[in-house]
């Protein structure tokens, strides 16, 4: 069976997870008592990414929904003579439990692609069972029409501006082109980039994971 990521083990205190290309494994909890922290713990808004009228929740949807959806999901592999190899991914392959997968791409349209990790808690699934843990979009075409079919958060990435989105996310940090989650945030993690125009140039969505990033055990 093709394998369509690289493996790295790693350590966490919740879920294991594991996608496409880099593999991760998590642990198990420490001796704290976890139902108090969660008691404490402010709820943290998740906010959703539709593309082409399909709604993603990271942490939630799954690969398959997009795999339905009619979109690809690709991963792509340095041959021995130094050349990239792009491949479909297999949504029948097996993927470990408690794993974290990162390297993988969805193909949107020719002039836009996605960046893609997965994960996977205590039992082995299928890849297209998977969970998207992290989905990151960068825009670099000059054409930017394509890009009203993208919305984070239900407005538009072409109306996200850096003046948007600081009204749309007053809790949020940052200057005149990044604007950051708040610290405060555990549960997800939220990116945005702007140009000097303030047209939104990169955004990122993420649940949090324990991964040991060192790939040590």
Known sequence: MRVSMKKLLKKWSFVGLSLIFIVMTLTGCSGENNDDKTANKPEEKLYPI????QEILVGQTTVSTLLDKGFKVTVSEMTPDKQINKYEIDPNEELEANSYYTGGSIQINDSLSALISLATDEKSVKMGDAVIARLEFTFVSEDRSYLDNIQFN???VNE???DKAKEMFPDFTG???MWFSPASMTEYKYFLSFSWEG???NFYVEKKYDVDW???K
């Open 50 to 53: 539709t593309i082409e009228g």
């Open 154 to 156: 239900g407005v538009s």
């Open 160 to 162: 996200l501006s850096r």
């Open 175 to 177: 200057d005149d082109n």
């Open 199 to 201: 047209q939104l140039h």
């Open 214 to 216: 060192s790939n040590k």
